[in-house]
């Protein structure tokens, strides 16, 4: 704080009089703080002259009490108080002071003079002030004082122990908080009326009813620093819907007195005016680099149109000037510029169509849209486009930018197009994003002869291969239903079929659940390839049709269903620690593998018809009446799946059937440690 300038010139001239009656008029207006006055003080005792300060300090003082500022004279008597209070009477008159300060609190303070110990000697000032800025901490919360904490919000005063120096605070989500007077102090934010968070617990619909620039404005203003977009989001949850956040926050932050600054993480403050706002947006402008004057420009409101202009001229002028030395920033000028001026003088095209280093300046454009933007300049207007467009496609990383590259060739050179992409098949690890590209889209018939399998084997030989880290995920898509493999499958040849099966059970870099839809599409389109003479599995047509069923509805539900399952929980976000997507992949992998074991069991399926049965001895599919000392028994030999031990029905690759199996009527047999003989054989019913 400094001098007040009469006051200030008084002491130059060392015209004391003139400095006592400028004092007199200073302190006679309402006083904000005693800054500056007592550096007069201080001033004139550098000079000796005690006595001069102690009564201008005597005419401070009779003023403050005449003014009720009791607050500013406890600052006073604490800091110079012995200069004018008379010996033995400073303890009173900062009670008096205190009592002044605080006489709306009645009883309550004197309840905390006795605690604090200011009700006690007079003549005992031994640390007077700890004790009345101990006070001071106690009676600075009442009861409905409206607070701010860290990570929890605005919360109101509920509740004040003077016995156990404890507040109980509720805020938004925490009811009756217990916080001690000494924390307090660190922890609890006293927030003032006009304070945003104040009137969302007090009075929301207001704020609800203020334009969107408005209450940003209320939000801004209500900090002494900038705010991030997160945390005016933070201020005005429940103000703002969840859903209109975003068209909130984009109109809002449009109002011309908003300052932006901060680069990528931006921060927020509200401008005193349009000019002001305009000045500090020219000021960061000027001095910052070319990415960042860019996003400057594309911030400038559309009302701020001087300024806009101011950025334009000046980036233009820029952008002119380094055509021919820097081309690419010129290009990344000239398109943002374009954005919001369409009457740029200085012509680019003439540079593009005459630039020899053209890589150079592709390379330089390190956003897709400036890339897209060249592209398509380019083929308007260069005669060598398909070169440099072919060489671009091969070596681009964007697969959107493929997508855009295959369009330009499409439409404009169709007889080119096929052989672009065949070359993309020549050197994939060179080329490893052209290669995906042209792989994820190939449906096999568009294929040389002898490449399908050659395909199928880069596509999973490259899911572990560092230089198509970057396209993991698109090279476990094309393994996928509906992807790549399964597509080319259906273009083998039976001898190259077998290869592709063991190219799929060694593959170390696709996962295991992934595995069995490719194995089995192959073997149900080879059912022979990579398979041995198998057993025939026995079993009767209720059965059968009963597995069919679980069949098809693992086929056509429960694994469609599971696939959906993991692509919502993909969706939730960090898979490492996403549970539902852990749970989701287990699932597919039983359903994959039960899958599997009972396409192949259905392939061994033979019926067993009671019509044909041979029940001349022990066969699969007949009844045995056993006899024995300790009764009779029935025992029925089907196959695995209608086997049930308790309704004496076993399975004809249990050992008791192998046991019984080729015997006789009259035969002897054990079952189960007990000793039969076989009455009669019949065929199952």
């Known amino acids: 704080m400094t001098i007040p300038e009469a006051l200030q010139n008084a002491l130059d001239d060392n015209d004391l009089d003139t400095l006592e009656l400028e004092w007199l008029g200073t302190i006679s207006e309402p006083l904000e703080s005693l800054g500056g006055l007592l550096k007069v003080i201080d001033t004139l005792d550098r000079r000796d002259l005690e006595s001069r300060a102690n009564t201008l300090l005597e005419l401070l003082d009779e003023q403050l009490r005449e003014q009720n500022a009791w607050g500013l004279r406890l600052e006073l008597i604490q800091k110079l108080g012995t200069r004018f209070v008379k010996a033995g009477h400073i303890f009173d008159t900062t009670i008096e002071s205190v009592r002044k300060c605080y006489e709306d609190r009645g009883d309550e303070l004197e309840s905390l003079l ?16 700890d004790k009345v800025d101990r006070l001071r901490n106690l009676l600075i919360y009442e009861i409905g004082t409206v607070v701010a904490m860290k990570d929890k919000g605005v919360g109101q005063v509920v509740d004040v122990n003077l016995q156990l120096q404890t507040l109980k605070v509720d805020f938004e989500k925490i009811k009756g908080m217990s916080v001690g007077f000494r924390a307090a102090g ?4 006293i927030l003032p009326e006009d ?37 005016v989001k933070g201020v005005v949850d429940g103000l703002v819907p969840t859903k209109s956040w975003t068209s909130w926050w984009n109109n809002a932050r449009k109002h011309p007195q908003v300052i932006a600054s901060g680069g990528s993480r931006q921060t927020y403050t509200w401008a005193g005016s349009v000019e002001d706002a305009e000045d500090s947006a020219w000021a960061e402008f000027e001095g910052a680099d070319d990415a960042r004057k860019l996003e400057l420009l594309r911030r400038t409101s559309s009302q701020q149109k001087e300024l806009q202009g101011r950025m334009v001229e000046h980036l233009s002028a820029l952008g002119e000037h380094l055509l021919e030395s820097e081309p690419a920033r010129a290009f990344k000028i000239h398109a943002a510029l374009e ?6 003088d200085w012509n680019l095209d003439e540079t593009l169509g005459n630039l020899t280093d053209l890589s150079r300046l592709l390379d330089a ?33 964007d697969l959107k930018l493929h997508d855009l590259l295959a369009g330009i060739f499409t439409d404009r050179k169709p007889e080119l197009a096929p052989k672009v992409f065949q070359r993309a098949y020549a050197q994939p690890s060179k080329t490893p994003g052209a290669f995906c590209y042209v792989a994820g889209r190939t449906s096999g018939d568009d294929l040389p002869e002898g490449l399908v399998l050659r395909l199928i084997k880069q596509i999973l030989q490259f899911l572990s291969d560092d230089n198509f880290a970057p396209y993991k995920k698109q090279l476990e898509e094309m393994c996928e239903s509906g992807g790549t493999i399964p597509r080319l499958i259906s273009e083998l040849t039976e001898n190259e079929a077998a290869e592709a099966l063991a190219a799929i059970e060694r593959s170390s870099g696709l996962e295991s659940y992934r595995k069995p839809p490719l194995v089995n599409a192959i073997m149900l389109k080879f059912p022979n390839v990579g398979k041995e003479e198998e057993q025939p599995l026995y079993a ?3 059965a059968l049709a009963e597995k069919r069923e679980e069949m098809r509805a693992l086929v056509e539900e429960e694994i469609p269903a599971n696939r959906q399952a993991i692509e919502e929980a993909r969706a939730h976000g960090d ?17 994959a593998a039960r899958a599997g074991n009972l396409n192949q069991q259905l392939e061994r399926a033979r019926v067993l018809d009671p019509a044909k049965i041979d029940a001349s001895q022990v066969r699969v ?65």
Do not use: C
């Open 114 to 129: 006795q605690t604090v110990g200011l009700d006690g000697n007079k003549d005992d000032t031994t640390k007077l002030w």
């Open 186 to 189: 660190k922890m609890l934010e």
């Open 195 to 231: 304070h945003v968070l104040y009137r969302k617990l007090n009075a929301p619909g207001e704020l609800q009813e203020l334009e969107p620039a408005q209450l940003l404005r209320t939000v801004l203003e209500s900090y002494d620093r900038p705010l991030s977009g997160a945390e």
């Open 339 to 344: 954005r919001v001026d369409s009457n740029i």
């Open 365 to 397: 454009l390190d956003t897709r849209v400036l890339r897209e933007r060249a592209y398509r300049q380019l083929a308007e207007l260069r005669d060598d486009w398909p070169e440099i467009l072919e060489r671009r496609f091969l070596g681009e990383t």
């Open 540 to 542: 009767t047509a209720e």
């Open 575 to 591: 898979l490492r620690e996403n549970f539902e997507y852990k749970s989701a992949r287990q699932r597919h992998e039983y359903l």
């Open 621 to 685: 599919g007949t009844r045995l009446q056993l006899e024995g000392d300790q009764g009779e028994r029935t025992l029925t030999i089907l196959g695995p799946w209608e086997s049930d031990p308790e309704a004496g029905i076993i399975s004809y690759e249990s050992d008791l059937a192998e046991r019984l199996l080729g015997l006789s009527p009259g035969d002897d047999a054990e079952v189960e440690g007990l000793s039969y003989r076989i009455a009669g054989i019949e065929p199952f019913a």
